[in-house]
């Protein structure tokens, strides 16, 4: 076979492999790059979210989730939080769940504002007001057989429902629906007849415990903290996240003012974090979460007047004043609080605040609301949960101690002092501490402990060492609350299919078990109104 031969062959094989790849080219083209879908932001919010935090991120059980609402919070610590979780709250974790994509669009989608921009004005809170006329002339008297003054309200956060229980017999006298994700606290009027409940959402309702009966209910805002009411009965006020607003109710709950939280040069907005009754000094407290400013707003028709900024003089009325009636006064701090606790004489507040980042210090203070100023540092490690604090003396002085949100540890404060006493070890950070002024015994759990939640950990208050333990393995086991007399103590088995669960305060041993729909929190009407040493106020 000569050259050209052979040159023509190659030539046409190499054209017939030519062909028959652009053949299969035709018949089965080269796939393209893959393009994965972007995640829906919003389909995701909805089916993850929007149970807890309200279809129009709003808030329910959970904070809303706005821009408003974020402004502390970053999105690389939100995207932390979304995919962990953030202790000491219900919110869990979702990175098992949800891919780095899903999770990045949800946490853009949070930081975008709701158009239109949600408010909630006085016109909104007026026409959201219902009140039974026919109230006035319900019997001033227990409707049922009981001590009222014995009686235990109970939240059941399972079912959203409330149940009343006999503090003597331990049984059930009557039970009823509530509005949905109810803030654990409910707030009494001085003689015990009335209960005020405040949902997340928004919401304060009246009942009659007498009478077994919704009286009032009335929408504050869209996202609240808690309610407040007042020593003499007559008012009822409330914090709220959104919008920024402190709203103050008569008893019956019809509008009486709203306080905007901004700070006083009217530069800066601010969500509020708690307000809470002051009986002796006539006046609510309120801790604003975002300006380092604690307001008291009296409610004695004497208050004295109120001077905001420099005064030379106020004696010589060298300012123009604010009535100290139903005004904000305004006490300067270094940093905001979260959350405090009073002194007996209702003169301090020892108050806290979460850290500002990850890994940074509790910001603890001493405030003294007569000098309108800090007094001292509080030397409280962690994350304390003073809210939940309790008083009692020990070797002849006053103290409180307070459970903690981070650390496994009670920490115990000399109120006359503020030193440090003592810490107290426990298996795990918990949430509340009670006693009773006639129990030797302070109970608090451990409820933030994945390892430990299932434990009541039980203190010697004169010794001020762990004693015993009582435990509901596995499960959750939370927040106690003494009889009146202070014979026996409730806790919550915190679960679905979950109880009362009632201890003889002496011996520790189980009494009875009364099923509940995880009851998430209890209130003794006595010891509430009576502002037992041994409950939170």
């Not at 979780?85 to 504002?113: C, D, H, N, V, W």
């Not at 109810?182 to 415990?209: A, E, M, N, Q």
């Not at 005064?311 to 005004?327: F, L, S, T, W």
């Not at 108050?351 to 980042?357: L, N, V």
Request: glycine share 8%; hydrophobic share 40%.
């Amino acid at each position: 076979m000569n050259t050209l031969l052979k040159i023509l062959i190659k030539l046409g094989l190499a054209l017939a492999l030519v062909s028959l790849g652009l053949e299969y080219g035709r018949a089965q083209p080269l796939p393209s790059p893959s393009t994965t879908p972007s995640p829906d932001a919003p389909a995701l919010y909805q089916q993850h979210c929007a149970a807890c935090h309200g279809a129009q991120r709003l808030g329910g059980m959970g904070p809303a989730l706005l821009p408003e609402s974020l402004e502390r919070l970053r999105k690389p610590e939100a995207l932390k939080v979304m995919g962990a979780g953030r202790p000491a709250t219900q919110m869990q974790g979702f990175a098992g769940k949800l891919s780095e994509a899903e999770l990045q669009a949800l946490a853009a989608y949070i930081y975008q504002p709701v158009q239109p921009a949600p408010q909630w004005r006085d016109a909104d809170i007026q026409a959201s007001r219902s009140f039974d006329a026919a109230s006035r002339d319900w019997p001033a008297r227990p409707q049922w057989r009981a001590d009222p003054m014995n009686l235990f309200v109970v939240v059941e956060g399972g079912d959203h429902h409330v149940s009343l229980v006999d503090g003597d017999s331990f049984e059930p006298i009557h039970r009823f629906a509530s509005r949905f994700a109810l803030h654990g606290g409910p707030k009494f009027s001085p003689d015990g007849r009335y209960v005020y409940f405040g949902s997340r959402d928004g919401w304060i309702s009246k009942y009659d415990l007498w009478n077994l009966k919704l009286v009032a209910e009335v929408r504050a805002g869209i996202n609240m903290r808690n309610v407040a009411v007042s020593g003499d009965g007559r008012w009822v006020m409330a914090a709220n996240y959104l919008p920024h607003t402190v709203v103050l109710f008569d008893a019956d709950l019809q509008l009486v003012k709203r306080f905007d939280a901004r700070s006083l040069d009217g530069q800066q907005s601010s969500r509020v974090s708690a307000v809470y009754d002051a009986a002796p000094r006539r006046s609510f407290v309120v801790a604003l979460k975002d300006v380092a400013e604690l307001w008291e707003i009296s409610y004695d028709p004497k208050a004295p007047p109120i001077y905001d900024g420099l005064v030379h003089d106020y004696r010589m009325a060298e300012a123009i004043a604010k009535p100290g009636y139903q005004n904000a006064r305004r006490t300067p701090l270094d940093e905001p609080l979260d959350d405090f606790f009073f002194d007996d004489a209702y003169t301090h507040v020892l108050g806290a605040a979460r850290p500002r980042a990850e890994g940074s210090a509790m910001l603890g203070q001493v405030v003294n609301l007569d000098v309108r100023r800090k007094i001292s540092d509080l030397p409280i490690a962690g994350m304390p949960h003073l809210g939940s604090g309790i008083s009692f003396d020990w070797q002849g002085r006053r103290v409180m101690a307070s459970p903690n949100l981070k650390d496994g540890r009670i920490s115990v404060i000399d109120l006359k002092n503020w030193s440090a006493l003592r810490e107290i070890a426990t298996p795990g950070p918990g949430f509340f501490m009670r006693s009773h002024a006639k129990s030797r015994y302070a109970w608090t759990d451990s409820m933030m402990s994945p390892a430990a939640k299932d434990t009541l950990s039980i203190i010697d208050k004169q010794t001020l060492e762990l004693v015993a333990q009582v435990r509901e393995p596995g499960k959750t086991l939370a927040h106690v609350e003494f009889t009146k007399d202070g014979r026996y103590v409730l806790a919550s088995l915190w679960e679905m299919d979950g109880a009362l669960i009632v201890y003889d305060a002496a011996t520790f041993k189980e009494v009875k078990r009364i099923p509940m729909s995880k009851p998430v929190g209890k209130y003794n009407v006595w010891n509430k109104i009576s502002r037992e040493e041994g409950t939170s106020h």
